[in-house]
């Protein structure tokens, strides 16, 4: 039996001897590359954590103290090391999540995958516990360098260090990376404290030496003592942490287990909140991750460990799409900018940061100050475009809202992963934008259905400076073209018997066109008049679809989006301010929390497919 698998549960790793320890570590690794490699995940991350999360689970009491991830996705090793060893499923159906889950474990505390409100969590969690009288329990957030850049952490900063007998330690995991390099003043402070490590080896050899030194030195030691503050503001800027009130210990090597054992359990034992700074390496121990210079395999799909290649090569995806046409669109216009937030890869704008890098600004885990930023710039005549993911808007409402909306600045917000994500489960599937965007006043919001409609609704976004406007896209591949038949008040009518009446009118939304054309050829091979329309701009509604609702005897829209307050309901209500009796049915997502899956899984899951939109409107046009 390997060394891994006798640890079902924190205590089997405390009884572990300290000399095997690295053994275990170099297991752990190779465990990691053989099995996401078959099943995809955050590779890199993990392997950067393994001796930290081993010693934080020899320092504390896992479920008693609670450990906090932030985002989450680093846990994969915590996940070993309390008992769940069957990664054959991680990310699939009814297998492991790629997230803490409190229904795999006690020992998982936050199963949100959003960056920065680790802190926020832990402070909560150890205030609870002292007004409940469980002092003896300790609350420790790993936070990295990445999302430190949120504000959200220094708002949960700026209350736990007013807190002075607070059990709480905070582990600031830097790699100098969240998916690619830091950015920010607080990446420069962090660099610095790592580079200057001189401070803590000049007081302790002048404390040896003044301990020799007769008569003098115990005065001079105190003196020493004194000069602290001062000299460490000078040799090591850790002072910004200790001014907010918080305890500084580190740098600490996240690769030395004793190392790192001493610093937790230092900070254990001080009684009030305690920073501990660990330097660690994204992708340690795998070459391939390390030398990879995009985001060192933050997040992989399937791929041969030997090579570190992917097994298949997809085709050409949305994202694409998008980057190129934002490259186009900056050669044609100097005023388009782009803003994204520490994902500058993966939303597809580093061909545009590498053609323009005087346009490209990369706020970090900063999405609300993205997006008011983007009005600062759109009032000075620039054209910004925002590009995120579409779970990461749900963060920014109120300034799309009250900075964009308000103030009718021109600033487009590009929504990659839209609607079903898959794998990354209930927090990462981007099913609420739609909702978030129809109650926002004037804000203007294409689906496209394919790549080619893609740098189509950009250019047209593009034009729009007196109102915010969205793009979203899903993840994954592109499809073949969709072409339309003719064009009404720019709705695009994709399938139709005539131009007369017709039973059902079926409303596709973006990439749920393929569905809603489905839909429509099983329904016309049941004798029924159907018409599929795509009305391009979703929001506000064309005044030209509710034209053709008014000759149907239904209207159904298919959305990926979920369907309290999506499309539909947008739909539904401009069909009945039309003074039109035509019932509306809405097809999109429940109102509830997806699990992790593919996406056809969770769209099957949840009555997306074909047959059963199908019956369910058979059984309505009866």
Known sequence: MSLLERIQEPADLKAVPEAELPALAEEIRAFLVDQVSRTGGHLGPNLGVVELTMAIHRVFDSPRDAIVFDTGHQSYVHKLLTGRQDFSG????????????????AHDVVESSHASSSLSWAHGIAEGRRVRGE?????????????????????????????????LVIVVNDNERSYAPTKGGLADHLATLRTTRGYEQFLDW?????????????????????????????????????????????PVNGHDIPALEHALRKARSFGGPVLVHVITQKGRGYEHAVNDEADQFHGIGVINPETGLPIQIAGRSWTDEFSDAMVELGREREDIVAITAAMMIPVGLKGFADAYP?????????????????????????????????????????QVLMDCALHRAGVTFVLDRSGVTGPDGAS??????????????????????????????LRAAADIDDAPSIIRFPKGTVGDPIVARRQVGGVDVLVEPDDGDVDVLIVGIGSMVATALAVGDKLTAEGLRVRVIDPVWALPVPSALTGLAGTARRVAVVEDGSVAGGIGSQVAYAVRQAGLDVPVDIFGLPREFLDHGSRGQVLEASGLTADAIVTSLRSRLA
């Open 90 to 105: 991680l990310r699939q159906q009814g297998g492991l999540s790629g997230y803490p889950s409190r229904a795999e474990s």
């Open 135 to 167: 002092h003896d329990r300790h609350t420790v957030a790993v936070i990295g360098d990445g999302a430190l850049t949120g504000g959200m952490a220094w708002e949960a900063l700026n209350n736990i260090a007013a807190d002075k007998d607070l059990p």
């Open 206 to 250: 002048g404390k040896v030496q003044l301990r020799r030194t007769p008569v003098v030195g115990g005065p001079m030691e105190r003196a020493l003592h004194g000069m602290k503050k001062g000299l460490k503001d000078v040799v090591a800027p850790q002072g910004m942490f200790e001014d907010l009130g918080l305890k500084y210990v580190g």
């Open 358 to 398: 005087d346009r490209i600004f990369d706020v970090g885990i900063a999405e609300q100050h993205a997006a008011t930023m983007a009005a600062g710039l759109a009032f000075t005549g620039l054209h910004p475009v925002v590009a995120i993911y579409a779970t990461f808007l749900n963060r920014a409402f109120d």
């Open 428 to 457: 990462h599937h981007g099913m609420w934008d739609l909702t978030i965007a129809g109650v926002v006043p004037g804000l203007h919001l294409a689906a496209p259905r394919d790549g080619q409609q893609v740098p189509m609704a």
